[in-house]
């Protein structure tokens, strides 16, 4: 998913987490680690968060242990269902 699109990685902080900082990889190597499970340690965060933009789409992993893809295209689902073959997961839709 990662290596065929730009990708930011993103926090939510303040006052009921309204500013959103969005921080672009300079290094390949820190991106592949930083998308691992448990690896938003990479940052100093508890979990990742990225957004591919010119998918239009933000993936992050969640507290227990699942991923969350939130997207406002519908094309993306089925480049979505293709990541997750690709790597083992499962895809539910709503």
Known sequence: MI????VLS?????????HILFR???SKGVLSEY?????????????FHVVLPEHGCAFYE???????????????E????VWA?????YLLSR
Do not use: E, L, M
């Open 3 to 6: 290596t065929g699109t730009d």
């Open 10 to 18: 993103f926090v939510q902080r303040g006052r009921q987490f309204r």
């Open 24 to 26: 672009r990889f300079v």
């Open 35 to 47: 998308c691992r499970p448990g690896s938003g340690k990479v940052f100093g965060h508890r979990h």
């Open 62 to 76: 969640s507290w227990d242990d699942t991923y969350h893809f939130f997207f406002n295209r519908p094309d993306i």
């Open 78 to 81: 089925d480049a979505a269902r």
């Open 85 to 89: 073959d690709q790597s083992g997961v």
